[in-house]
């Protein structure tokens, strides 16, 4: 089955503690991406990968690392979480570089920073 | 500074009835204007997606109707149901920005 997982789905943390989100996909896309979904806001991108060694900042990336060192994976790293990052972490992969190709999303990390 | 206003936040109808959500952009280039539904626990799935060089896209019960001149773009969901209930987000992307834009979203709810 096509999809895009994450992993954990549910983290509690506390301020300072490093931590990382993973993110997976089987479908041999080449763009990647992380947002953060907060009441009120909608969805906000934090870092996009167009390919492997390839990732670049998008609205919010403030306090957030990424890496991109093997195609299907895009883990997002916190190396010093504030109670400001308590969200709803999704992750998204497409096949290419067109904006108007569908984004398929992860099931979603809610995480708890206290 | 949202860039892609949606309303309303809630949204309450009942079952058969039309439901409407709006959304209103400033951005002139914008280029493409997906609507994504997200059930609770899961992520967003792409519903309906237009371009601004037509002013109307169906699929089924739902349509988008887009207004260029006005800025606006919306989701009609004709003869809700039950299954409809979920949160929608509206969305708008420039070509070569390499991200969506998203709006607040609105929760649907459809009453049996």
């Known amino acids: 089955e096509a999809q895009v997982t994450q992993n954990p789905r549910y983290l509690i943390t506390v301020t300072g503690k490093k931590l990382t989100v993973t993110c997976s996909q089987n479908?041999?896309?080449?763009?990647m991406s992380w947002y953060r979904q907060d009441p009120g806001l909608g969805l906000r991108q934090i870092y996009y990968?167009?390919?492997?060694?390839?990732?670049d900042k998008g609205d919010v990336p403030e306090g957030y690392k990424v890496s991109r060192k093997e195609k299907r994976n895009f883990p997002l790293i916190l190396e010093s979480p504030s109670p400001n990052q308590t969200s709803l972490y999704f992750c998204?992969?497409?096949?290419?570089?067109?904006?108007?190709?569908?984004?398929?999303f992860g099931p979603g990390t809610r995480l708890l920073v206290l | 500074q949202q860039q892609v206003k949606q309303s309303p936040q809630s949204l309450i109808v009942q079952k058969g009835g039309i439901s409407i959500i709006n959304c209103a952009y400033e951005n002139t280039a914008f280029d493409y204007f997906p609507w994504y539904q997200q059930f609770p626990g899961k992520g967003p799935a792409l519903l309906i997606a237009i371009r601004p060089d037509v002013s109307e896209k169906k699929e089924g019960r739902f349509t988008i109707s887009f207004n260029k001149s006005a800025k606006q773009f919306s989701l009609h969901i004709m003869d809700s149901q039950p299954g409809d209930s979920a949160t929608y987000f509206c969305a708008a992307s420039v070509q070569g920005a390499q991200k969506l834009v998203f709006g607040q979203g609105t929760r649907l709810t459809i009453n049996p």
């Open positions: 479908m041999n896309h080449e763009y």
């Open positions: 998204a992969s497409r096949r290419g570089r067109s904006e108007q190709e569908t984004q398929y």
């Open positions: 990968s167009m390919n492997v060694e390839v990732t």
